[in-house]
Antibody, heavy 117, light 106 residues
């Protein structure tokens, strides 16, 4: 069974940094591209970043480009999202997700990031 | 960037009703349109991928149709457990979600 477990969320002041992790199991992690998707409280879904299986291809939403860095450690079956220069509008539940490929077929339960002074 | 316009934003229907939700893309996205269901407090769940392919374990009352820029999710006979918010997603170029449709039972 595919499982994705996010961690690392919390309350952080504007301008500070935070690093999220997503531990994957139930599939060969190194064979799949991975993604971060976020959802602000009571709002819709926003794709944030994606990384290919070997980290060769990385893409970001314009809203986080230059501030967030997606990475992965295939030996540890773990996906990361390093977030810097955080803003109040980054407050959201952050999900990691694996594509089918194409569609986002598997999602974690999310980790909540709150940016507030 | 491709924009997705989803309608309606809110929908109230009776058990057994046929329900349709629409998504319109700002440009041709071929068949690369998916539908997700999100129940309160849960992660989104994939229902339909690539316009009309039913994901594993999803009841057959859910179906998808469309092509190009106009797509539809249909629930053939609404059940109480279908209360949720539904989102579309295009992945033809990047990934863009629709704004969501909140479905309730009348």
């Amino acid at each position: 069974e595919v499982q994705l477990v996010e961690s690392g969320g919390g309350l952080v002041q504007p301008g500070r940094s935070l690093k999220l992790s997503c531990l994957a199991s139930g599939f060969t992690f190194s064979n799949y591209g991975m993604n971060w998707i976020r959802q602000a409280p009571g709002k819709g879904l926003e794709w944030v970043a994606s990384i290919s299986s070997s980290s060769s291809y990385i893409y970001y939403a314009d809203t986080v480009k230059g501030r967030f860095t997606i990475s992965r450690d295939n030996a540890k079956n773990t996906l990361y999202l390093q977030m810097t220069s955080l803003r109040s509008e980054d407050t959201a539940l952050y999900y990691c997700a694996r594509r089918l490929p194409g569609a986002f077929a598997y999602w974690g339960q999310g980790t909540l990031v709150t940016v507030s002074s | 960037d491709i924009q997705m316009t989803q309608s309606p934003s809110f929908l109230s229907a009776s058990v057994g009703d046929r329900v349709t939700i629409n998504c319109k893309a700002s440009q041709n996205i071929n068949k690369y349109l998916d539908w997700y269901q999100q129940k309160l407090g849960e992660a989104p769940k994939l229902l339909i991928y690539n316009t009309n392919s039913l994901h594993t374990g999803i009841p057959s009352r859910f179906s998808g149709s469309g092509s190009g820029t106009d797509f539809t999710l249909t629930i053939s006979s609404l059940q109480p457990e279908d209360v949720a918010t539904y989102f579309c997603l295009q992945h033809n170029s990047g990934s863009t979600f629709g704004s969501g449709t909140k479905l309730e039972i009348k």
